[in-house]
């Protein structure tokens, strides 16, 4: 006689963590650009640049030390994020390396008495920064909810640096930036991470009052005056934004970031309608009476007005028209890294309109892939929210997402004439040391929420009274 005794084992192996699916996506995240850095140099000088080890070996470097944090203080992190960010940035290294070889541009900038200096460089180094701004957020970050402590120190930091370009003169127009002698930093980058931890630490405790302290008017569900107060007070700031600031960018990202979270929250379609209806008419307002937003809108509707045999007094620029046909020389496939005419736009060409570049030179293939490669770090932090155990961090998770496509819909909409052009920068690609740190920035409070939301949960402590529990069987 056999007895046959079943033992049932309970594993305590957590999910992977997919670092190493990380560190090989890493590897052709430094390879692509390389490659590109590569091709261009052949386009432009018919030789592989003399940097091109170096910048191989540097790009590495960053993202070998950013691989080794994540693993070390965030090893269950969303394995996307981090690659995907340094194909971003190792790209918009290339293609800014190439507007500096330039000699339309050299010529240019001795044409109106300024010194022609390569923004590759600099931008290497804010790169470098950025990476190690990333490292700090993820070591001194133990945990996201640390956050939801400085709600409304957040809203005072963040309306103080909304407010600081006012003190400062002008850039083309638009006072978005801060320059204190050779420094200089545009605040409204940082402004939307900040922004995001007060909406998330704000909506979390009044959005069952949003939601269900409602009255039906016209077939929407409006909140109650003291409820409605707060975002009367962030609409009438994007709009002192837009008017006193002259940024429509950063006031489209202000407003349409608190929209989206608003509608996360309370799951209330009325918002999405009472948003739209709100920014319609701030944006009809300004642009009626304030003249720089008034001549932007014009050139966004009459873009070749400015080669008319006598063009309007506000026809002051051609911009707009030159990335226009940037576009439409590229074709599908492009004219090939190094061998486009992207750089007659001017002195914008890295910085507002390096979208125009990508569009000549690589194509509308290679233009749908830099927006595919944006629109998977949005899907991956929307992905995040999903995950995240605590409310806050999953509105967190959302307002960084949200902030992060509002600003690739705007610069992108603005360089291809879908909309008025804003004056933002396109994430890690563009020229710019606030833009590539805010950004980094984000993507490590990204990854932090991803690492929290897809830890396992720690084992149950052993009972010790089933431990002295005997069962006997006869």
Known sequence: MSSTSNTTTISTIGPPSRRNTELALLVFAVIVPVFAYANAGLALSDELPSGMLSYGLGLGL?????????????????????????????LGLVIIWRLDQSRRLAQQAKNADRVFSAAAPNQLIYSAMA????????????????LQRYTYISMVGALILLILPVFFPPVFGARIWVRVGSFSIQPAEFAKIIIAV??????MVKRDALALASRRVMGLYLPRGRDLGPILVVWAMSILILVFETDLGTSLLFFGMFVVMLYVATERTSWIVFGLLMSAAGAVGVASFEPHVKVRVMAWLHPFAVYQEHPPSWATTEQIAQALMSFGSGGVFGTGLGQGASDLIGFAANSDFILATIGEELGLAGTMAILLLYGLIVERGMRTALAARDPFGKLLSIGLSAAFAIQVFVVAGGVMGLIPLTGMTMPFVAYGGSSVLANWALIAILIRISDTARRPAPAPAPSTDAEMTQVVRP
Do not use: E, M, Q, W
């Open 198 to 203: 007060f909406f998330s630490g704000y909506l």
């Open 62 to 90: 960053l993202a070998g030390v950013g691989h080794l944090v994540v693993r070390k203080f965030a090893p269950y992190a969303d394995p996307l994020l981090l690659p995907i960010a340094t194909l971003l940035n190792g």
């Open 131 to 146: 990476v190690a701004l990333f490292v700090g957020v993820l070591i001194f970050l133990k945990d996201h909810r640390i």
